[in-house]
């Protein structure tokens, strides 16, 4: 059955790379060297950006892990619940320098979608956070943050923070989980513009409600290049 899976996703270079390293890293040794990104484009003849994603999503996964200035190895196993990440978060654990430039910053009345996400009354004010995300100096994706206004005073004064979540964490809302959807699309003319790819590429729409403990402390919608990101969930159950 695994294999009939598999095959039904070889069509896509980034998973015929991605499942080689899988069987050849397998039962390795945490330490056991993972092939370079240079013998691999080398072998499939397919672009290093298709590589490295294949790697991320290794990466991601817990299989592999990166050590700057020394390459990719097989990871000591982890367990436990994921901890809710943000972006900067998620980069740096894919080995990628994460930055953010602020499209848009201000206090909203929150319409039907955004105050009933939130809990709010249509109408009450929301701050709406815009922001273009680089990892590695290449756009990822555009993030569209609304959060409750009432539980961050003086947040749009403060100065903007490199990270949303450590900002709700000093604050004592650090989202403790959180509701998660993602869909495939197309992009916008004007998405597509900022992302740097075709109009008519495909993307990954990621919408999240976060919670802190029962407060709803951030609502997002994320589109994400589908040619550079992968998304990994961890799914099981302890004993």
């Known amino acids: 059955m695994e294999d009939v ?14 499942e080689h390293v899988r069987s050849l890293v397998t039962g390795s040794a945490p330490g056991t060297a993972a092939p370079s990104e240079r013998e691999l484009v080398s072998m499939f003849g397919v672009a290093r950006m298709t590589v490295r994603q294949a790697l991320d999503a290794l990466v991601a996964e817990g299989l592999l892990e990166r050590i700057p200035g020394r390459g990719t190895f097989v990871a000591r196993p982890r367990r436990g ?26 206090r909203e009345q ?3 979608g955004v105050a009933r996400a939130l809990n ?13 995300r680089r990892a590695d100096a290449s756009p990822m994706c555009i993030e569209d ?16 923070p490199t990270s949303l979540y450590d900002a709700l964490g000093s604050r ?19 998405e597509a513009l ?19 403990g029962e407060k709803t402390v951030e ?13 990994w969930v961890q799914l099981g159950q302890e004993g």
């Open 219 to 231: 609502v997002s919608r994320s589109v994400y290049r589908a040619d550079r990101f992968t998304l």
């Open 145 to 160: 943050a609304y959060l409750n206004e009432i539980l961050l005073p003086g947040f749009l004064q403060s100065g903007m």
């Open 120 to 132: 709010l009354t249509e109408g009450d004010a929301v701050i709406h956070w815009r922001r273009l």
């Open 81 to 106: 619940i994921t901890r809710i990440s943000g972006f900067t978060e998620e980069m740096t654990r894919r080995g990628l320098l994460a930055e953010s430039q602020t499209l848009l910053a201000r």
């Open 110 to 112: 929150a319409g039907p």
């Open 194 to 212: 900022l992302l740097e790819v075709d109009v008519d590429a495909v993307a990954l729409r990621h919408s999240r409600r976060a919670l802190s």
């Open 172 to 190: 004592g809302l650090r989202p403790t989980w959180a509701e998660d959807s993602v869909t495939a699309d197309r992009l916008t003319d004007e």
């Open 5 to 18: 899976l598999v095959a039904e996703w070889s069509g896509l270079k980034h998973v015929k790379v991605r």
